[in-house]
């Protein structure tokens, strides 16, 4: 593992100051920067978890007004939670964070642990959360590195390691227990952070308004635009699906709900067939598979209202999108073991539904 000479050299007195005075100076005004509440904190961290700051503000106000305390978020149902994140993606991380926060409640008379051994055992809890806690929250001198950080070091100290292998984050951590300044660890953190969204960008870095680069080694040798080294990302895998939005003789429509393991787990769809190793999709070959899988035969009108694409970090969903109606009655037992369920509109605006269903539902109306 590659020894960081940079770290013999810099000065760190002097790093921690100009970096802190710059965080203080610039920073963003944030609502999760407020006050130092561990649960809004813990909160704001894990919605920004593969989710850009823009996107979240308006996430964080209404979980925040929905769910106040960590108390009101653990004594929540589960259809309100994932509600609350609809829209916001990677749903397993509000299911990790209430279990989490009823485990506090249960094991911590309701207080986020400020200790590390504690705190990384909580569901959902990894290195760079458990270190952003309780450095800003708590004031513990603890590495809180994500790919802002590790970017943002890489081209500090002329780290050339793949920021992609797992064993690569123990050479930042190390590094952020050198550099982080035990007055103010809480700053140091967030500034790293801050000066990789604004600054120390992933294309493009602006060096000359950097507050740090007369530290920077990669600056000095003209190499920052070749850091961070980050191994290429897997192949995305395709995938064709046909949707319909099916009403009964009610105006009812039909929806299903997805598997409780999985891909979007526990989130209401409007009935799907996926398929993956195809060139072309039919209506027939949607009417075929409703008919055996649910019992009952539905007709697709015979243009689609929309396409909607999705990509998710590992694959790219493409569907086809129909109005249909049911031309036999659905079984209970059918509707019971198949998770269907039929709802009004009103009843729609209760369940949480994956993006791409959303802009579906939104092109239908829009009709």
Not at 74 to 91: F, P, S, V
Request: some cysteine; glycine content about 4%.
């Amino acid at each position: 593992m590659q020894k960081v000479n940079a770290l013999q050299t810099i000065n760190i007195k002097s790093f921690q100051a100009d970096l802190v005075q710059w965080f203080e100076a610039e920073q963003r005004q944030l609502p999760w920067r407020e006050n130092k509440d561990p649960y809004k904190i813990w909160v704001s961290e894990i919605m920004l978890q593969q989710t850009r700051v823009d996107t979240v503000i308006p996430y964080f106000k209404r979980f925040i007004e929905s769910f106040p305390t960590l108390h009101h978020l653990a004594e929540a149902g589960e259809e309100e939670i994932l509600k609350a994140w609809e829209g916001l993606g990677y749903y397993s991380r509000v299911r990790n964070l209430q279990a989490a926060v009823r485990e506090v409640k249960a094991s911590y008379n309701g207080i986020v642990p400020d200790t590390p051994e504690d705190i990384i055992g909580l569901k959902g809890v990894g290195p760079y959360t458990a270190g952003a806690i309780l450095s800003i929250a708590y004031g513990k001198p603890e590495p809180a590195v994500d790919g802002n950080v590790m970017r943002v070091l890489s081209r500090i100290l002329l780290i050339q390691e793949d920021i992609a292998k797992p064993k690569t984050r123990k050479i930042f951590e190390d590094a952020v227990r050198t550099l982080i300044s035990h007055d103010n660890p809480s700053a140091f953190n967030q500034a790293l952070m801050e000066l990789g969204a604004l600054i120390c960008t992933p294309t493009n870095p602006s060096c000359m308004l950097c507050p740090v680069n007369e530290h920077c080694v990669a600056f000095a040798e003209g190499m920052q635009k070749e850091l961070p080294v980050k191994m290429k990302v897997t192949k995305v895998k395709q995938v064709k699906l046909i949707s319909a939005i099916i009403k009964n003789e009610k105006g009812e429509i039909l929806v299903q709900k997805r598997p409780d393991q999985g891909l979007l787990a526990g989130l209401w769809e409007f009935p799907s067939v996926s398929f993956t190793k195809v060139k072309k999709v039919t209506k027939d070959m949607y009417e075929d598979t409703f008919a055996v899988t649910f019992n009952g035969r539905v007709q697709l009108q015979v243009n689609r209202f929309t396409e909607i694409t999705h990509v998710f970090s590992h694959l790219k969903w493409t569907i086809d999108a129909y109005e249909a109606v049911m031309l036999d009655e659905l079984s209970d037992e059918v509707i019971d073991r198949e998770r269907l369920r039929w709802v009004s509109e009103k009843e729609m605006k209760q369940l949480a539904f994956p993006v791409p269903y959303q802009k579906m539902y939104k092109e239908y109306k829009s009709q």
